[in-house]
């Protein structure tokens, strides 16, 4: 509010009252409320090591509701640990850091964490509360495995790219060389065929590489809306591609209404790399089956693909089931690329895919993707 007075020296005198706004807005009280969403990973105590408020992270891996642990001790927690005398110890100075101990999740888990704390009183005017900063230890040792299995798997596809991509390259390196040191033009031609060869197949590992690394992108913002009807239009122009497209009988099945709260450009990369994958394999061409079933289920969106007709030879097979890392397998098994570039946009939608083998003309593909609320 601004105020103005007039008079001898007087002058002009503002008098501001957001302070005083802020004060009756953001209050003891609304700070208290949502203390867990200005601290991450937190639990509040009282004075009593009763559980007053807990943050979302928190709540997410112990799998419990807000309301389920508000008014619980500390130690209802932490089954035989006790958790409430170490942080009486812990809190004789008014904080204390890096205590070790473990929780006990919602289905009888154990979770072992690294608390630090301190009485909210020592930095605010909220007094009576604890605040309990919460690190998931196990998470931490979850994330710290996967980083080194990825750098095995990096290790790996640099050793295995090195070793597929040097093979073509000394072959022309060592044709070049040839056709430096030859003595007439009687050659040239034999050589020139294996030179382009070589190079074609080195463009190919290149291509395949480049295509896999792009698989999950896409150009455009999704509207995260599936319209069924445009994914069957899509899907059976890559049957029109295909010679045999006559001798295929093809079905696609899926919901009449549209589905919402799923990357509709990626399902279709996903569905168009499997089609792809599937026409790639030797087919009885008098009799070659393949239907596409999509259905929503309790927050998923399952699609079930059969076929019949498609040869899937044992090396092939054995591929798919002993996975190491889709580059690697990619240069051992350029023939997969597409059935790699699926399971990548399946990863990429923390969606599952489970390929089955009934026969070695017969297989089921059902991949899960999870649906999310709008």
């Known amino acids: 509010m601004i105020s103005t007075q007039k008079g001898m020296g007087a002058g002009l005198q503002i008098r501001n009252s957001g302070d005083e706004i802020t004060a009756k807005v953001i209050g003891p009280d609304y700070v208290r ?73 919602k289905c009888g888990r154990k979770i072992s964490v690294e608390v630090s704390g301190f009485y909210l009183g020592l930095i605010s005017d909220i007094n009576g509360r604890v605040m309990l900063k ?3 230890r196990d998470a931490i040792e979850l994330i710290q495995q996967q980083l080194e299995q990825k750098k095995i798997e990096l290790d790996k596809f640099i050793y295995r790219t090195a070793h597929d991509i040097r093979g073509p390259l000394a072959t022309i390196l060592g044709l070049v060389n040839l056709l430096k040191m030859r003595q007439d033009n009687t050659e040239v031609d034999r ?37 069924f009807s445009v994914l069957e239009t899509n899907l059976r122009k890559v049957i029109e591609q295909n010679a045999f497209v006559d001798f295929l009988d093809f079905h696609v099945v899926t919901p009449s209404e549209p589905l919402e ?37 309790e927050h998923q ?4 693909i059969g076929c019949y ?20 397998d990619t240069l051992s098994y350029p023939r997969l690329v597409n059935f790699f570039a ?31 609320d709008r």
Not at 53 to 79: C, E, M, R, T
Not at 214 to 226: W, Y
Not at 345 to 360: D, I, P, R
Request: aromatic letters at 10%.
């Open 33 to 105: 409320d949502n203390l867990p969403s200005f601290f991450s990973d937190a639990i509040i105590l009282d004075l009593d090591f009763n559980i007053t408020l807990v943050s979302q992270s928190v709540l997410d891996y112990l799998d419990f509701s807000h309301d389920a642990l508000v008014g619980k001790s500390i130690n209802d927690l932490s089954g035989d640990f006790d958790f409430k005398s170490a942080l009486i110890a812990g809190l004789t100075q008014g904080y204390f850091e890096n205590l070790e101990g473990y929780f006990i999740t």
């Open 134 to 136: 919460i690190t998931n």
């Open 342 to 372: 699926a399971q990548k946009v399946a990863w990429k939608l923390n969606g599952t895919m489970q390929l089955h083998f009934l026969s070695e003309d017969k297989q089921k593909i059902v991949i899960t993707i999870p649906v999310k």
């Open 309 to 328: 007709g498609f040869v899937v030879e044992q090396t092939i097979q054995h591929a798919i089931q002993n996975q190491n890392s889709v580059y690697t």
């Open 191 to 227: 050589l020139l065929q294996m030179l382009d060869a070589h190079a074609l197949k080195l463009d190919e590992r290149l291509f395949q590489l480049v295509y896999l690394a792009q698989a999950d992108e896409v150009d455009t913002d999704p509207e995260n809306i599936i319209h």
């Open 301 to 304: 969106l399952v699609v079930t």
């Open 261 to 297: 709260g799923v990357n509709e450009k990626l399902i279709d990369a996903l569905l168009t790399n499997v089609l792809r994958y599937i026409l790639s394999l030797p087919a009885n061409k008098l009799d070659s089956r393949l239907f596409f079933r999509l259905t929503s289920e």
